[in-house]
């Protein structure tokens, strides 16, 4: 059986191309059962003007909760974030949110904090990626992609939220411009440590198809060798779609759909 389900779920309320009606309508159409809305939401500081504020959060989980009254008895409509961590800036915690008291957090790192402070975008495009990398981290990879785990596994460790966004965003890139080498021995060790710490921390993994629609790499988040390890530690998964237009909401679901492998988790 294929999951009908989607909890991470992008609209126009930031860089998501479709009305969260226009999604439900859509999640409805495919026959799903529960449709879960994630904004990219930094707070308490955002570092990017299009993601939730302070002032615009409530007015987003309000048109959410009006929408699942709206469409109660046809389809469960479940109001998330996908909250970034971003040391100083932004804490994927649940006291953070507490005015708009969400379903669900997705605790997701897009920006690395450097030695120097700085922050560098972990998916914007290959060039920035080139250029944070060497103005931040002295053009080593290694350091960048190291730096990259330490702070998902501080993120799981410090805060207070429930599913792990795409765990190993880092290989976005690999593909299509590769940088490093999946298979060496110092990135096996971060997965390791970073698998060890997301079952310490008793946290969700998301098994995310978000690449797959965007055309970055044929294949979801965490890869094969990563979620292995999770699952030898008794990882539990959800799987998403990190959608960002109404049809994309299964994207590849029928690839990795398979119900068994993941929780039911409302
Ligand atoms: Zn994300
Ligand atoms: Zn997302």
Redesign the pocket.
């Known amino acids: 059986m294929t999951i009908r389900a989607n909890y ?1 779920t992008h609209t126009t309320w930031c860089d998501g191309k479709d009305s969260p009606e226009a999604v439900i309508l859509s999640a409805i159409g495919k026959g799903f059962d529960a449709i879960g809305f994630s904004s ?1 939401a930094m707070l308490p500081c955002p570092l990017l003007d299009w993601v939730l504020t302070a002032q615009r959060a409530p007015l987003y989980a309000a048109e959410i909760r009006s929408l699942a009254a709206k469409y109660s008895g046809r389809i469960k409509v479940l109001c998330g974030v ?1 909250a970034d961590y971003a040391k100083g800036v932004a804490n994927p915690d649940r006291s953070t949110y507490s005015a708009i008291a969400p379903d669900y957090i ?1 605790g ?1 790192i ?1 920006f690395v904090a450097a030695p120097d402070g700085e922050f560098v975008c972990v ?1 914007d495009t290959p060039q920035a990626l080139q250029d944070g990398i060497r103005d931040h981290f002295g053009g080593s990879v290694e350091a960048y992609v190291r730096a990259y785990f330490a702070q998902q596994r501080e993120m799981v460790e410090k805060f207070d939220f429930d599913i792990v ?2 765990l190993d ?1 880092v290989r976005k890139f690999n593909a299509k411009f590769p940088y490093f080498d999946e298979n060496a021995a110092w990135y096996r060790e971060e997965l390791v440590k970073t698998a060890d710490a997301v079952l310490t921390s008793g946290k969700i993994v998301e098994v995310n198809t ?1 690449a797959i629609s965007r055309g970055w790499l044929d294949d979801v988040y965490p890869s094969a060798e990563f979620r292995a390890l999770l699952r030898d530690r008794g990882a539990r998964f959800v799987l998403s779609a ?1 959608a960002h237009a109404a049809d994309a909401i299964d994207c590849a679901f029928d690839r990795f759909g398979d119900a068994e492998e993941y929780v039911n988790i409302f």
């Open positions: 991470h990219h996908e997705i997701s897009h998916d966004g795409h965003l978000g990190d």
